[in-house]
């Protein structure tokens, strides 16, 4: 059984950055899917950013220009580096895996982190 666990969450001004982390206590090689989803106070959760195994990316509009995912697949850890945050990124981030790529844009894969919380002022 895979266990996800995020890090990297934390209070930041508006226009800075933060850099999260998903390791995996497995081996992340097996996952074509992984990816990041957000939920904020009273709103359903939403896809932030995904990739595939062969490095194909997908990002909200909301992130498109501004975050950047990326895999290490040695070191079982997906990142998102997220630059010029806004207050409207406040959420709690989770990260999401699967075998199929699909699954995580869909939001139906397996394997789900605990969450981190992000917290953008203004």
């Known amino acids: 059984q895979v266990q996800l666990v995020e890090s990297g969450g934390g209070l930041v001004q508006a226009g800075g950055s933060l850099r999260l982390s998903c390791a995996a206590s497995g081996s992340i090689f097996g996952f074509n899917g992984m990816g990041w989803y957000r939920q904020a106070p009273g709103k359903q959760r939403e896809l932030v950013a995904a990739?595939?195994?062969?490095?194909?990316?997908n990002y909200a509009d909301s992130a498109k220009g501004r975050f950047t995912i990326s895999r290490d697949n040695a070191k079982n850890t997906v990142y998102l580096q997220m630059n010029s945050l806004k207050p409207e990124d406040t959420a709690v981030y989770y990260c999401a895996a699967d075998i199929r790529f699909a699954a995580v844009l869909a939001g139906t894969n397996h394997y789900w982190g605990q969450g981190t919380q992000v917290t953008v002022s203004s």
């Open positions: 990739i595939s195994s062969g490095g194909n990316t």
